[in-house]
């Protein structure tokens, strides 16, 4: 075990060189829902149960199968009234348990990306060589169904090793070249794009996904009200749109459809989603699309000022 | 040590479900409903009438409104005893006042303990459905199927026996199963039961001693779950529940009939404190049009007649 991670140098927020996103837009914001499939009867994994109960789990079970049954199509035909296109994160045995829902996306141009098999196998105790199978049949399923090669990773049920971005990247780039593999959602670091280090050097990104703004923690975790929910990402938007004058930021918000598409909940969503989408200066984009022009523009220059910037901290 | 390459092996990986209970199918792909005299959301009311034992066994896991201190918990025991003795009949007069038609979940152990608050609601003529022998009569996985099948058939035969109604309806105590409780309901003649919340609408449900229907009696807008695990005000429970009945009435338009089913306990709403915001809820929906008060069954009926 480490002390720390290893993937970026502290890189304070102040004095960072300025950010801007295509039309002069302030604040880059990208919806992120949760297309997952939970097992009923998982196999055991030594560090994490999946279930809280002996199997048959229901009440866990059957409310995230609401997701599927329900919640995505009242949450899709919500971001069209918006002009907001998903950014998946998917659970790829989605693709073959439930295709219609991956279509009801392709339709859409919706991204997808990797979120492992399902929500219920892990990452804890893979050998590398399985966590990287494991990553490859992700990737490659992606690809199969959508024709989509899968740019960014959130691991499922976001459980990791030291490895998993290195071998999301590396696995992207045996597929896929630097079309693939290039951006995680896995690190809560930063309000804006952040380079990462790797063994294998690639040009790869650490895209802000808010765990704070993501339904399933307000929800389940925080156990707050759902008109609290909706002031929450109204809040978060104002600051991050009022600093973005300066400097554009990243507004995440990870959804998931068996939590936020109930239908008292949807409203208070739904309210957060007009108030932002109501401002000018807003870049309403996907994850693939802010890494890659984070990469294409700002990788150089900001890797520089952290390289400066450690430097001095190192003085 | 890496884990047994069988981790990374996935037998259900294929189209549909992960069992065979019920087929794969999204809302927005079915057959529109049309509920009686052109209404577009039923509205089910359901009152659990629940009875928590004193010598709680906790089996496998304490029941969420269960008792919780060391025995003996009078604190709990008593403020549940509560909802049966003050609070139900409170919850009575709001439901009335609104010419709501309720559905009463009842905990036959209730019925053999307390037969004149059992006669009142059965003399009513609303719908009573079977919530179980009591809270702490846990159904989970990993029981013994013999001692699952008596439980299943001493709720229902007494709660028959009691009521003289048919009792068509199940609802588990916390909505907890074993891998035998669909089997043993429909064993014991029941139609429909409440215990899984992945849907908005009623699906066919089967098991391999006939089929059930699963009603959707949502756990997410439950009072006690809302108000007490999530520890919103009550003024939020009743925003969340006016919300969800204008989303609902605005999918039925282009979708079809949609049901709004509300889980009630009278220990809790029937409160004085509380029992005014549930009477601003049902003040609210019942004033929409498009609202149709049925009992679990009669909505449970209107739905097959249309499959």
């Known amino acids: 075990m480490k002390e720390d991670p290893g993937f970026y140098d502290y890189w304070p927020y102040e004095g960072r060189p300025r950010i801007q996103w295509p039309n002069g837009a302030r604040l880059a914001l990208w919806v992120a829902p949760n297309l997952e499939f939970y097992e009923l009867d998982p196999p055991d994994n030594p560090q994490r149960k999946p279930w809280p109960q002996p199997y048959p789990a229901i009440p866990g079970y059957s409310i995230r199968d609401y997701g599927n049954r329900v919640g995505h199509v009242r949450q899709m035909e919500l971001l069209d009234k918006f002009g907001i296109r998903g950014s998946v994160s998917l659970s790829v045995a989605l693709c073959d348990h439930h295709p219609e829902i991956i279509e009801l996306g392709k339709e859409r141009n919706w991204e997808f990306f990797s979120h492992g098999i399902y929500n219920t196998r892990y990452t804890y105790g893979l050998s590398e060589q399985q966590e990287r199978a494991m990553i490859r049949d992700s990737m490659e399923s992606i690809y199969t169904h959508t024709g989509q090669k899968c740019a960014g990773y959130l691991a499922p049920a976001l459980s990791h090793s030291e490895r998993t971005l290195d071998l999301f990247a590396e696995v992207g780039t045996e597929l896929f070249g630097d079309e693939a593999g290039f951006y995680t959602c896995d690190l809560f670091h930063d309000d804006q794009p952040t380079p990462i280090y790797l063994r294998s050097g690639k040009r790869f990104v650490s895209i802000p996904y808010s765990l704070e703004m993501n339904d399933t923690i307000a929800y389940v975790v925080n156990k707050i009200e759902p008109r609290r929910y909706g002031q929450q990402i109204k809040d978060n938007f104002d600051r991050l749109y009022a600093e973005g004058a300066h400097s554009g930021t990243v507004m995440c918000i990870p959804t998931h459809n068996y939590q936020v598409s109930c239908p008292h909940r949807l409203r208070a969503f739904e309210d957060a989603l007009e108030y932002i989408t109501s401002h000018p200066d807003v870049w309403v984009t996907t994850g693939r699309e802010i890494a890659e022009y984070f990469i294409e523009n700002y990788y150089d220059v900001v890797s520089a000022d952290i390289q400066a910037r450690a430097k001095e901290g190192a003085r | 040590m890496s884990l047994d390459d069988a981790y990374l092996e996935y037998p259900h990986r294929h189209y549909g479900m992960d069992h065979h209970r019920y087929d794969w199918s999204m809302l927005s792909t079915r057959q529109p409903v049309k509920w009686p005299e052109g209404k577009t959301l039923a509205l089910w009311v359901n009152v659990s009438v629940q009875s928590f034992p004193l010598d709680q066994r906790g089996v496998p896991f304490k029941v969420p409104g269960g008792m ?240």
């Not at chain 2, 549940?80 to 006042?97: E, P, S, W």
Request: aromatic content about 10%; glycine content about 10%.
């Open chain 2, 68 to 307: 919780t201190m060391p025995y003996p918990d009078l604190r709990h025991y008593s403020l549940r005893d509560y909802g049966n003795r003050v609070g139900i009949f409170r919850v009575l007069d709001a439901i009335d006042r609104f010419g709501i038609r309720p559905t009463f979940a009842v905990n036959t152990r209730l019925a053999e303990r307390v037969p004149y608050l059992i006669g009142k609601l059965a003399a009513r003529g609303d719908e009573i459905l079977c919530h179980g022998y009591h809270m702490d009569a846990l159904h989970y996985g990993g029981q013994d199927e013999t001692e699952e099948a008596q439980l299943v058939e001493r709720a229902l035969t007494g709660l028959r026996a009691i009521t003289g109604q048919p009792i068509r309806g199940w609802l588990s105590p916390a909505k907890n199963e074993s891998a035998n409780t669909p089997e043993l309901l429909a064993d014991n003649g029941v139609v429909y039961f409440c215990d899984w919340v992945n849907d908005d609408m009623p699906y066919r449900f089967r098991t391999s001693r006939g089929e059930l229907t699963a009603m959707p009696l949502s756990t997410e807008l439950d009072d006690q779950f809302v108000i007490q695990s999530n520890g919103h005000s009550e003024g939020s429970w009743v925003d969340q529940v006016c919300d969800a009945c204008d989303l609902l009435l605005q999918e039925a338009e282009q979708h079809g009939g949609r049901i709004l089913g509300l889980n009630i306990h009278p220990w809790l709403m029937g409160q004085p404190h509380r029992i005014g915001h549930l009477e601003r809820a049902f003040e609210y929906i019942s004033a929409q049009k498009g609202v149709w008060s049925a009992p679990a069954g009669e909505i449970l009926d209107a739905w097959r007649g249309q499959q």
